[in-house]
């Protein structure tokens, strides 16, 4: 996935027309991992705790029979049959891996890896055994294969594990933060370009753009989920609310008549604005009038993205916990 970033400062300008090409599309698309170590978030890995097993000089040649070697490759060629630890332990692992090394590069990683899979020669996995095969795939992906009890045989399909770099989670506030309210000087602190776009009372300027500033709800976000809030139109119109990244949609957001108020709910994609700026939404008005925008949720790579307490994070373990004890009961009556 990628972010197009937005070109900001001198010769930047407002996508007044759809189609016009919006913002200087020129600067290269931002790519979805670089910007995950961006915006003051540090992404470090666990230290383990115990003997660290490396990888050296090697491989090793090993017979059917021969022992696992440590500080070394150990290669058994092209035997069929794959080296196996079992155990009947009702409460403790068969292995444990454990890497406590500490890394002295200037990266704040932690240790190495505990386990490392080298990729296969395959884009998606051949799903040909039990559930329970987890693959590294040519391309960087991760896969693992599921086993279903069909009939008259079980279906085994290897599935994509998503991670931080290939999903999103929904991470909604507790309560609605409004985030534009351009009707009091305080209420239009996130528009990043208010000059020249805004009349004397704060109203939004017919064919013009405002660009929201969300950083301060979030280090990272793919989407936003809002309340969009129309009144003290001038006349009949509509509002565009899109990331800003591309040229503005011919879609309206919203449409409104020339007098009371009017609000709906709506949902877009988050860009980049700049360097320093790193989630921002646009929002266009056919017509002069005040914009008020209440922030409801977040599509984020992982709840640590926010800036704010996940609704009913504090409660999430407990419950999951008695969703999982109701399951297991649903299973066995």
């Excluded at 709910?265 to 860009?271: K, Q, W």
Aim: charged content about 15%; proline content about 6%.
């Amino acid at each position: 996935m990628t972010r197009n970033t937005l070109s900001g400062g001198a010769g930047f300008r407002d996508p007044a027309e759809a189609g016009d090409g919006g913002p200087d599309e020129g600067k290269p698309a931002v790519g979805r991992r670089a910007l995950l170590t961006r915006g003051g978030v540090v992404i470090a890995g666990a230290v383990g705790a115990g003997v660290a097993v490396t990888a050296a000089a090697g491989p090793a040649s090993a017979a059917a029979g021969d022992p696992v070697l440590q500080d070394t490759v150990n290669n058994a060629g092209a035997s069929a049959t794959p080296t196996e630890l079992d155990a009947s332990n009702n409460t403790s692992p068969a292995f444990i891996l454990a890497n406590a090394g500490v890394d002295t590069s200037t990266t704040p990683n932690g240790a190495g890896p505990a386990l490392r899979l080298t990729p296969s020669g395959q884009s998606v996995p051949t799903a040909s055994t039990v559930g329970g095969d987890l693959t590294a795939t040519s391309d960087g992906s991760l896969y693992f294969t599921h086993q279903f009890p069909t009939t008259p045989t079980p279906t085994i399909v290897s599935a994509p594990v998503h991670t931080e770099a290939t999903a999103n989670v929904y991470a909604p506030l507790a309560a609605p933060v409004r985030v534009v309210d351009t009707r009091s000087s305080s209420g239009r602190v996130n528009i990043v370009n208010a000059s020249g776009n805004l009349d004397s009372t704060g109203r939004l300027k017919a064919g013009k753009t405002i660009y929201v500033n969300l950083d301060s709800q979030v280090y990272f976000a793919e989407a936003v989920f809002a309340n969009l809030t129309v009144t003290g139109a001038a006349g009949s119109g509509y509002l565009t609310l899109w990331s800003g990244a591309v040229a503005r949609p011919t879609a309206s957001s919203i449409d409104f008549a020339a007098t009371g108020s009017l609000a709906n709910f709506v949902s877009s994609g988050v860009a980049e604005y700049s360097a320093t700026i790193l989630n921002v939404i646009a929002i266009y008005a056919s017509q002069t009038t005040q914009v008020i925008l209440d922030v409801a949720a977040f599509s984020l790579p992982g709840f640590e993205y926010a800036k704010f307490t996940v609704a009913g994070s504090s409660a999430r373990a407990s419950r999951m916990l008695r969703a999982q004890e109701r399951m297991r009961g649903a299973k066995r009556a």
